[in-house]
């Protein structure tokens, strides 16, 4: 079904695993709300990350995050709640750290959760998102 005021948003060259949208941009009249998809660090041919580093991991999720949004018409200062998996609690700091870097201005309401898996071999972080943007 084709909604008007829904925008699917996928980034060039973007692969995905599975029938989902990468992000979705929401027409609500003086403003867009964008949800971003869960995004993990990119994968080779076989579905496994390019890297076992937690904080290359999340800089590259948060790249991949910057990417949607700036297709969106958004940026990382118009998020307003992240949500973030993690397979070890034990990176938290490291994460949390990183985290403040791409979050310095927008402070979003966030979720961290430890979880068993992803669906990429080796991935240690998924994080998604939802930001707001005016017209």
């Known amino acids: 079904m084709t909604k008007k005021y829904i ?3 996928t980034p ?3 692969e995905k695993r599975g029938v989902y949208t990468p992000a979705k941009k929401i027409d609500m009249g003086n403003f867009y ?3 971003v998809s869960g995004i993990q660090a990119p994968k080779d041919d076989s579905h496994n ?3 076992a580093d937690i904080e ?3 800089r590259l999720v948060f790249e991949g995050i910057k990417k949607i949004l700036s297709q969106a018409g958004a940026t990382l200062d118009d998020v307003i709640k992240a949500v973030i998996y ?3 609690m034990n990176d938290f700091d490291k994460i949390s750290k990183i985290r403040g870097e791409y979050f310095k201005n927008s402070m979003p309401v966030s979720t ?3 979880v068993n898996g992803m669906t990429r071999i080796g991935a240690k972080i998924e994080i998604e998102v939802t930001a707001i943007v005016e017209k």
């Open 7 to 9: 925008e699917n948003i």
């Open 12 to 14: 060039d060259n973007y």
């Open 49 to 51: 990350v390019v890297t």
């Open 86 to 88: 993690v397979t070890d």
């Open 33 to 35: 709300q964008i949800y």
């Open 56 to 58: 290359e991991q999340t």
């Open 112 to 114: 961290l959760v430890e």
